[in-house]
Every structure is written in C-alpha cells, then in structure tokens.
C-alpha cells in the first residue's frame, strides 16, 4: 500500500536524507560532487525480490531538485537509483533517454553508472551516448528544436543498481517569469525514498496544486530564497484496478507548481506574437475567393473557409525558435498550402474577420487536462479558432479535417480553453461536451429467413457525435472497386460468418455535409443452421457487456479496491443500439429470451426480445454515463454488469411451423 507517511514516521525517515540546498550552493552537477543523497544509505536500501514478484525493478531513490528564478530561467536535475531485480528490470534500466529543448534549455548528463550492491563500481559510464534530433515523422511532419539523449549502460543484470543525474537548464523561458513544474511521489512500483527540493527567490508567488496529505514536509528560508521540500518513504507498489479514477485517489501524492504569470499575461504575451500576423493581402483574397464564391451567404462561406484550410492545406509544424509559438503570415500559409495549429487557425481568423465575423484564436491542451489554478503556457500545445454566436462561440479545429463544422475533437470537449483578443486580453471558456446520447452508434439489420436457412437483407451502421471519426476516417480514402467489395464482404461477414456483402453504399468521410451512414446488401446461404430435425440455429451478432474475465477481476477487488470508479470508463460517453428485425417462413416461430433491463449510475442496458406475425424483432440499446462514484460502489457496479452480462444472447432457435 502507499501512503503518506505520518510526520513521526517521515521525520525519521528523514534522518537518512541530506537537508535541501541552500540559498547560495551551486546545484550538485558533477560526478566528482557531492551526490543529492549519500550513495552509502540509498545502496542500503536494495530489497529482497522475492517480496517483489510482480515488479521488475524498484526505485530506491526518485528524487529531484528544481532551482527557479523570476525571470524564468532555472535548473532542475534529477537522480534515478534503481534496483534491477529480473531480466525484464534489465531492458527498462540499461538504455534510457532523456529530452529537451535544444533552443532553449541546456543538458548535463552528471553520471550514470552501475553499481553492486555494496557499491563497488562496475561501469562508472555509459558505454554509448548520443544526442540525436526528435524523429519527423512522414504523415503530420513536425520540426522542432527538441533534443534526445540516449545513453545504454553496460554491466546491468539482476541484482545490479543503475545510478543517474541529469540536469535541464532552462537559459531562454517561452515567455518571461514562465513556470510550471510537476513531481509525483507515488508512480505505481515500490520506491523508497521520494523527495523534491523546489528553491525559489523570497517573495517569488509560487503556486502549488497539492494531492491531500502531500504538504512541503519542510520550509526553510535563507539568504533571500525560500526551499520547499516533499519527501516520503516507503511507497509501495499500486496494483492495477479496472475503471480506476486516479484523478479523484486520495492515496496517490503529486504536486504540480506553477509561478506568477497570470492567463491575461499570457494571452498578452501570444498577442504580442500574433497581432500583426491577421493582414490578409491581395494573393491569399485571390486564392480565398476561388474557393468562396460558389456561397451565396456569409454563413455559407465560412462553411468553406473551414474545409478550405481544414482539408486543403497540409500539416507541417515547422516549430523552430520562435516558430514554436508564433504563427506564420496567412501569406505564407496559402503560398505553401501548408501550416501547423497556430498557421491554420490565424489564416481562419484573418479571413473570417474579411467575411464579417468577430474570430479569434484559442490556445488549450489538444488532450485536455489543464490546470486552471497553474497558469502557464507550456499547458498548451495546439490552437483553433472561435467565431463569436451571440453570447457564445463557435469552435472550430482547424487540424481536424474529418471534423465537421461545429463540432469539435473528443479530446478537449468539457476541457479549459483561452480565447485571445486583439488588445491581449482573454476569455477562459469551456469547451462544449456531447452527451452520450450524442455519441451514438447504431447498427441496423433487416433481413429474411427463408425456408432453406439462408438470409437476405440490408445491413444499415449510423454513427453520431464521437463515434462517427472511426468512419469518417476509414472512408476518407479513395476505394479501388475490388477495395470495395472486400469492404462489402468484411461487414456482411460480421453479420454472419461467411456471409458476402453487394451493393455497398457509402459517403465521402471527408464530406462535412454527409450523414456518417453505411449501407450494404447482406447473402448468406446458410445462416440459420438445422439443429436436430426439428429446428435451426440463428446467430445473431450481440455484443455482450460484462466480459466473465472482467467480472473475475472485479470480484477480486470488491474487497482490496483502493481507487474510485471512473464511471465514463466503464461504457465510455456513447449510446449503442443494435437492432435485428427478421422476417420468418410463414409458420416458424422463434423460441426468444426474457427482456432485460437495468439501470445503475454506471449506464443503461436494455434488450427487447418480441415476435409479431412473421417478424422477430431482437434490440439491446447501451449508454454511459459520466462522473466518479466511490471505491465501495464495486459491488453495485459488479451486479450490473452481471445482469447485463447474463443476457449473452449469441443464437437463437427457430422452430418451422407444422
């Protein structure tokens, strides 16, 4: 179990580790120098592995030491002693690279050896370093000023510790008096000792977003500084547990820290970079126009604007100096028909503002999870546009190209975004969230049974909201005819093994403007199986909710379970519906389950089951719900998904009349 240990127990844990650096001491850097902690008490600190069996390696020092000053530049350098303990520790400790910014940061490998036990030195360096680019990749190129350093150890086997220090100075902020910094003390595997020394100016505004029970264990003030240190000891090992909420876990200790700069500076500091990047000559109306002017209406052409540069002009981030955070000119946007995030939402917002509407740029996190207490920039790495609608915005991504206009990705929906205006003053907003009813996918199958069990019928897939990206995507490529057919097949074979699929209708997933449908004509000669001579066999293609192996490992938790339930993870934020409406030979029947419906706080299930005449209707519908739910919530969530889970319908009997 980890834990924060109570201040007794930590004041003497303390006693193994050295006090913070004070205010005046240069940061230890070098393998000559006094390391961060007495090498002899970490080395004691090695385990035995047989109490580790689920664990590869164990750190028995995390530790780090963060030097800030106002301006925004500083230091931070870290040390790593881990404890090999098998041969999978042996591939995690013995390569290991390290990145930063080679435009503004500088690296300092300070030593990386391996050690025995007692502390016998067996490799004092690496046997091979290198510093190397961050790969571009082909699709999406990004270039940037980003540095990797690969170090491989030699020596590393069971039983060996790998020791290193690193240290990043930061010479050249994004932005003046930019801070943010994050430390975790519980990562998942046993450490023995954690400590963090953060070493700031008197009177710096440091501010500090703290996990429960994770308060600085000492503060102490010396020739106009100020070091907060964390430490803990002994955390162990957090096992793994299904829908577990880290976010809202009370025994996973982290801080993160950020300085004084508020949003406004912020936004005035990307002002600074961007206002004089929305003049629109000549040539970009020029090539705009040849696009627009098949609109009548305004609205109309901002319609093709946003697929003009959403779709049109290729992404390449060229994030080299101050290229990283200030965009290019929408001339040299529309002349290289090419941009990145920052390129693309200014060329939008420039010509919006052309065609009558009030546009701005947004920063945010492309993956949400931004800090709103902590401001800062380096929480952002993407921007879009916003085009004021009455009292609220329109958001538009301008790197989603199978997004359609008014919508955004489900990345950042319900997350923090800064909207910035022309005077540098901004707008925090939040971004609209579907509801699982907005995500909805829905598959459909009509067909007819026929005497000699084989199956003709349509198979029709809606997808809404979220889930229509996986469509869209699929069917933004072009299809040869013999690709077609294939994709024909593969869904009619989903339908019924062996089944082939004809007359596949399908939509451009690059068409804002086309409902995210597909539809294909379904052959099976033989669907329905005889079972006995009396009957047949159907199966039919429900998917069931509750897996027995899920169900087992819950079980295992109902009375260990440490984490809270994240509830979006258990259905996730979508609606399922699968329908099946069969027609019979005149005379047959179908022997059908009992309907089952359950409601819980974790989502909806509900299966209908019915014969009418000739026709069988089958239907099991599926939605999520969002939020946290407590730890002992395991046993409602466990009955749930047992219900849900029983109703694991996979065939059905049909029984030919006379």
């Not at 240190?229 to 096992?239: H, S, Y």
Request: net charge negative; charged share 25%; hydrophobic share 40%.
């Amino acid at each position: 179990m980890r834990r924060a240990l109570p201040v007794t127990t930590l004041a003497a844990a303390l006693l193994l580790l050295p006090g913070p650096r004070l205010a005046g001491q240069a940061p230890v850097v070098g393998p000559a120098g006094d390391p961060s902690v007495r090498d002899d008490t970490i080395y004691a600190l090695t385990v035995d592995p047989a109490d580790h069996p689920e664990e590869s390696s164990v750190l028995l020092l995390d530790d780090g030491i963060l030097v800030q000053e106002a301006d925004g530049t500083g230091s931070r350098t870290y040390r790593s002693v881990a404890q090999v303990l098998n041969r999978d520790g042996i591939d995690a400790w013995a390569e290991h690279t390290f990145g930063y910014d080679g435009g503004r940061e500088r690296f300092r490998l300070n030593w990386a050896r391996v050690v025995a036990p007692d502390g016998t030195v067996i490799s004092s360096e690496p046997i091979h370093q290198q510093v190397m680019d961050v790969p571009v990749p082909e699709q999406s190129p990004v270039y940037t000023d980003l540095k990797r350093v690969r170090i491989s150890m030699g020596g590393v086997e069971p039983g060996t510790i790998v020791d290193f220090s690193y240290t990043v100075e930061t010479v050249d902020p994004v932005m003046p008096r930019e801070f943010f910094a994050s430390w975790r003390m519980t990562t998942g595997g046993t450490v023995r000792r954690s400590r963090y020394v953060v070493d700031v100016p008197k009177g710096y505004d440091l501010r500090m977003v703290e996990s429960p029970g994770t308060e600085p264990t000492s503060v102490e003030e010396s020739g106009g500084r100020v070091v907060r240190q964390w430490a803990a000891a002994d955390l162990e090992r957090v096992e793994p547990e299904a829908f577990a909420d880290a976010a809202h876990a009370d025994f996973l200790h982290h801080v993160e820290l950020g300085g004084p700069n508020s949003w406004s500076d912020i936004g005035a500091w990307y002002n600074g970079l961007a206002k004089d990047r929305y003049d629109v000559g000549d040539d970009v109306m020029a090539a705009a126009r040849v696009v627009l002017d098949s609109a009548d209406t305004a609205e109309g052409k901002l319609r093709l604007l946003h697929r003009w540069i959403a779709q049109d002009f290729r992404y390449i981030s060229i994030s080299l100096g101050a290229g990283g955070y200030q965009p290019r000119t929408p001339a040299e946007v529309v002349q290289t028909l090419s941009g990145d995030c920052k390129d693309k939402a200014t060329l939008f917002v420039a010509l919006a503002r052309k065609l009558g509407f009030d546009a701005y740029p947004v920063l945010l996190s492309s993956s949400g999870g931004v800090e709103e207490a902590l401001p800062s920039v380096r929480q952002f790495d993407h921007a879009i546009a916003a085009v004021r609608r009455g009292e609220g915005w329109l958001f538009l991504d301008l790197t989603a190209d199978i997004v359609p206009f008014g919508s955004i990705p489900p990345n950042y929906q319900g997350e923090f975004g800064l909207v910035v205006f022309d005077d540098g003053s901004v707008e925090e907003v939040t971004f609209p969230e579907n509801t699982p009813a907005d995500n909805l996918s829905e598959t459909t199958v009509t067909a007819e049974i026929h005497a000699d069990g084989s199956l003709t019928g349509w198979y029709d897939e809606l997808n809404l909201g979220a889930t229509q990206y996986r469509l869209r995507g699929a069917l933004s490529q072009e299809f040869s005819k013999n690709d077609l057919q294939r994709v024909a097949d593969a869904v009619a074979s989903s339908v019924i093994e062996g089944a082939v699929g004809d007359s596949l209708q399908v939509f451009d997933g690059r068409d804002f403007d086309a409902e995210p449908r597909l539809r294909v004509w379904v052959r099976a000669q033989r669907a329905a199986r005889r079972n006995g001579s009396s009957g047949y066999v159907l199966p039919v293609p429900l998917t069931t909710l509750g897996s027995p192996t899920l169900l087992a490992q819950l079980e295992r938790e109902r009375e260990t379970r440490r984490y809270p339930i994240d509830v979006g993870e258990v259905v996730g934020p979508f609606t399922s519906v699968t329908r099946l409406e069969l027609t019979l030979p005149a005379g047959w029947t179908a022997e059908l389950p009992e309907s089952v419906h359950a409601d819980s706080r974790f989502g909806s299930y509900a299966s209908e089951y019915t014969q009418e005449g000739r026709v069988v209707r089958l239907e099991r519908r599926v939605s999520g719900r969002e939020g946290t739910a407590p730890k002992e919530a395991i046993g409602e969530l466990i009955d749930w998904l047992r219900v849900a889970s029983a109703d694991d319908v996979g065939f059905i009997a049909l029984r030919p009349g006379g």
